[in-house]
């Protein structure tokens, strides 16, 4: 799933920014007392390489100089879970691994091989983290994690000359978004475009209209499908997705076999193709990468639209910290790692949101990237991405499960009973495993 | 492969004699030196497949005994029985297809000059691995046609004969009084002599339409038998304007065909716009006539074929299977061609059969064995297909394209994580195989023994 995050053009930024920071550290003083772990070698693991690796070690190197103590990271590829369970069964877990699914954070739990958080640092994660956040690092009411990333998937894209030539408007409710795709495709282009070669995108469009129609306490029962597929909230949230899908005038043609990529180059390609594209913050890595244009300047982008009312609230995802071995070093790591002070060392070197609310987001390198991260601690309720808390069989599986059900649903907008009957068939099997 | 190939041979040397009739002690040593390769032999091929049908009995945790239920499943499962005719449409189609074009083409090449240069062009696909294959079809079918080659040549074509439309994609104007009916644009309500209908139109690009069209203004007032009205692009740049209103500099729409239709459906008069969008339709007879814009001036330009869409999609893949193995069917028969009597021909030629004649009764039977082999193999390769299925179909069209193999895949490891499924599907994928094994080894003893 990882692969979804696309590539992050951030290595210039950091190569600029190591300078920069190599002359701030030395004259932070961090109050955790400089040495007091001298001798004591920490172990760290994470599914983070390359770029991204770089500048976390950057956020390592901070708490050795401040402490003393020697910090090793390990990169566990793309299938953490896998290696960590080796590692776990092995009798070598590492102090401390940060983790990118809550699912795993309740499997290690439950198995006993995760140090709750002592009282020190619950207190800094306290201080430092919205509740909802605290309760996805909770497990049976212990707490046990402390959220380093974060990733805001309730972000819509925007080519705005495509917008100043329809003389659209950034709506902020689920009417005016459709009565602006409207304008846009009256202007020629398709209001949006949507690539549904394959499920995920659809599945982040689902569970952001969700959050929306039937509120968190609703999306916490179907995550954990203690309501059925069929409850007449998903019946509300599949009828509003059909509106939207069902009006061929407002898409783009040929949705069904665009891909993902596609539909971003379709947006901020020349010519444009279509004025809207919606999925996370990870778009304006695809926007880099694969397209001239530029983020901030040509590709903006809106929160998405609130429905019915609803508050604000961001369906996304991170990566959590969670300690593995019991001794003073893990603790005082995972402490530091809760504080605004860790999370700006990396905020700063561009390609991170900070879950953490005390971050100061003057820090952010780019407009985007501090609107990105406001709107992710701004918000009335975070939620995970639901189909990543379901059973892969479910939610996460090429060619089956809610991925496919959802492909089907885009191409046969009209048939919501029957979509919900096959979803709920779906997620009856996957969890009855 | 080559294992193949050299059975197609006919054997000239004599085979050696079995030393099976020498006495025990050889027979003991026979074994010892068979052991090391008994062992591997049965870690590697023996051990996996009595694991897999034991496994195949039990659920996706493996605790909970199921009987023969995957094996219901498997066939009740609309998933994967789908996936199970699909793997009966490729065997049907796919060997047959191949070794019949291999065939042509070793025939053919036999008679040509440059023949060398050709088997290798024919041949060259199959040295690209199916996974790279795959993203080449899957690239060459693309429903777009600025991106696939397949719909860009068939778009090129129909343009040549259809130019398309001059205003492709527009729609009425909302609440403007005009409405969508059959694919054309008419004025709701109906329309004596000297009134007037206007079109307020959307969806066209403003960069799109003709650089002749001037700004569009109100038609002048209907004379005798005479209906009036302009045709707009009714959008300004930026936003503004009201909408289905003339001014602020929105374009009239040129070279537009209107029409007048009567009570009974007939066009009884048609104009076309000016530059500035305006029309005139004159000639009418008292009574109430409906304004249209027939949909020849809106049509969406023609965009080629959904290739890769659920329907075609099977046959786009045993198209690349084709592509690949067509090169494999062509050299074995071309070796088998080399290795026969050419005085065979001569004689039949000189007793007055003609080429077909020669093929059919001489060329053909003797060919024979080599196309069974050829035949045979590729069925084995087409059961277990895999790379092309996984990597060719977009996810729309994944479940009307997948196979017995690619099912096995996703129900086991794609995320299904259900392997007690997949070990089922991968005993019955074995049970295929078999007959096709047995018959080829059968073969193998027969060139042998003789």
């Known amino acids: 799933m990882k692969s979804r995050f696309g590539r992050r053009a951030t290595a210039p930024l950091a190569l600029l920014a190591v300078s920069a920071l190599a002359l701030t550290a030395c004259s932070g003083g961090g109050d955790s007392g400089s040495g007091k772990l001298n001798g004591v070698t920490l172990n760290v693991a994470a599914d983070w390489s390359g770029a991204e690796q770089k500048n976390f070690e950057q956020v390592l190197d901070k708490f050795s100089k401040d402490t003393g103590a020697k910090v090793n990271y390990t990169s566990y590829g793309s299938d953490v879970a896998t290696t960590l369970g080796t590692k776990i069964q092995g009798g070598d877990p590492p102090d401390v691994a940060v983790i990118p699914q809550p699912g795993l954070l309740q499997d290690l739990a439950a198995k006993g091989n995760l140090i709750p958080l002592s009282d020190a640092v619950s207190e800094t994660v306290h201080k430092n983290y919205s509740q909802d956040w605290i309760d996805l690092g909770s497990a049976d009411g212990k707490e ?39 304008l846009i495709s009256d202007s020629g282009t398709p209001g949006l475009s949507v690539g549904a070669d394959v499920g995920w995108p659809l599945t982040d ?54 891909t993902f990529g596609d539909s971003v180059t379709a947006v901020f390609g020349d010519p444009p193709e279509a004025g809207t594209v919606y999925e996370g913050d990870f778009v304006a890595g695809n926007i880099t990468s694969d397209t001239k244009a530029k983020v901030g300047e040509d ?16 369906v996304g995802g991170g990566n959590v910290a969670v300690q593995l ?17 860790a999370a700006s060392i990396w905020v700063k070197l561009g390609g991170f949101t900070s879950p953490n609310k005390n971050v100061d987001t003057a820090d952010y390198p780019d407009d985007t990237s501090r609107q990105i991260a406001e709107a992710l601690v701004g918000a009335e309720s975070f ?30 907008p009209s048939d919501v009973q029957g979509t919900a009957q096959k979803l709920e068939d779906a997620a009856a099997a996957a969890w009855a495993k | 492969m080559t294992d193949q190939v050299t059975t197609t041979v006919p ?59 995957n094996y219901v499943k498997m066939f009740t499962d609309p998933a994967t029985f789908q996936s199970i005719r699909n793997n009966v449409v490729w065997v049907i189609v796919a060997p047959v297809t191949c070794t019949i074009l291999g065939l ?24 690209i691995s199916m996974v790279a294959a795959g993203v080449i079809f899957r690239t060459a079918f693309q429903e777009n046609p600025n991106l696939g080659a397949a719909n860009a040549v068939i778009v090129g074509v129909h343009d040549l004969f259809d130019g398309g439309s001059e205003y492709p994609g527009a729609r009425p104007r909302e609440n403007a009084g005009i409405e969508l009916k059959d694919d054309a644009i008419v004025g709701s309500g109906a329309v004596k002599p000297g009134g007037s209908q206007d079109f307020p139109l959307v969806g066209v690009k403003a960069d799109s339409i ?5 700004t569009a203004k109100a038609a002048a007032d209907a004379g005798g038998g005479e209906v009036t009205g302009t045709v707009w692009l009714d959008f300004v740049r930026g936003g503004g304007g009201e909408p289905g209103q003339l001014g602020d500099g929105k374009k009239g729409l040129p070279d537009v065909t209107v029409n007048a239709i009567d009570s009974s459906g007939a066009v009884v008069s048609t104009a076309k716009t000016a530059a500035d969008g305006t029309y005139v339709l004159s000639d009418l007879k008292s009574g109430s006539y409906t304004i249209g814009l027939p949909s020849s001036n809106f049509t969406e330009s023609f965009t080629g074929i959904s290739w890769l869409g659920p329907g075609l999609v099977t046959g786009v893949i045993i198209l690349a299977y084709i592509w690949i193995w067509a090169g494999f069917a062509m050299v074995m028969i071309s070796s088998g061609l080399s290795a026969l009597d050419p005085s065979l021909q001569e004689a039949a030629r000189l007793d007055g059969a003609n080429e077909w004649q020669v093929f059919r009764r001489i060329t053909a039977p003797l060919l024979a064995p080599v196309l069974v082999v050829v035949f045979i193999t590729l069925i084995i390769n087409v059961l277990k297909i895999f790379d092309l299925v996984y990597v060719i179909p977009p996810g729309s069209s994944l479940p009307s394209a997948s196979v017995i193999a690619v099912q096995m895949w996703t129900v086991s490891f794609g995320g299904g994580n259900d392997q007690g499924l997949g070990s089922a599907l991968a005993i019955l994928l074995l049970i295929l195989v078999l007959p096709f094994m047995i018959i080829n080894v059968r073969r193998f003893r027969r060139e042998r023994d003789r």
Do not use: C
Request: proline share 5%.
């Open chain 1, 144 to 182: 046990y994690g402390v959220w380093f990333k974060g990733a805001n998937k309730s972000t819509v894209w925007y080519n705005t000359k495509v917008y100043d030539d329809a003389g659209a408007t950034v709506p902020k409710t689920w009417d005016d978004f459709l009565k602006q795709l409207a």
């Open chain 1, 205 to 258: 469009w689902f569970e952001n209209v969700y959050l929306r129609t039937a509120g968190p306490d609703k999306y916490d029962q179907l995550s954990k499908h203690e309501i059925p597929w069929t409850d007449p909230s998903v019946i509300e949230a599949l009828t509003v997705l059909s509106g939207l899908w069902s009006d061929s005038s407002l898409l783009q043609p040929g949705g069904a076999q665009r």
């Open chain 1, 299 to 314: 590709a903006k982008f809106y929160d998405f639209p609130s429905i019915n009312g609803s508050k604000n609230a961001v």
């Open chain 1, 325 to 341: 071995k019991d001794n003073k070093g893990a603790a005082a790591l995972m402490e530091y790692l809760a504080t605004p002070e």
């Open chain 1, 383 to 412: 939620r995970f991405d639901m189909s990543d808390l379901a059973p892969s069989a479910f939610g996460g599986t090429k060619g089956s499960g809610e991925w496919q059900i959802l492909i089907d649903f885009y191409s046969n």
């Open chain 2, 11 to 69: 054997a000239t040397g004599r085979s050696a004699r079995s030393p099976r009739s020498r006495g025990g002690r050889k027979t003991v040593t026979a074994f010892l030196f068979l052991l090391p390769a008994l062992i591997l032999l049965g870690a590697l091929i023996g051990y996996p497949v009595l694991y897999t049908a034991w496994r195949s009995l039990y659920d996706a945790t493996g605790d909970g005994f199921l009987g023969l239920g």
């Open chain 2, 104 to 127: 042509i083409f070793a025939v053919l090449m036999n008679r040509i000059k440059w023949a060398t240069a050709f088997k290798l062009i024919i041949f060259m696909p199959m040295a």
């Open chain 2, 210 to 214: 003709p650089s002749t069209a001037e």
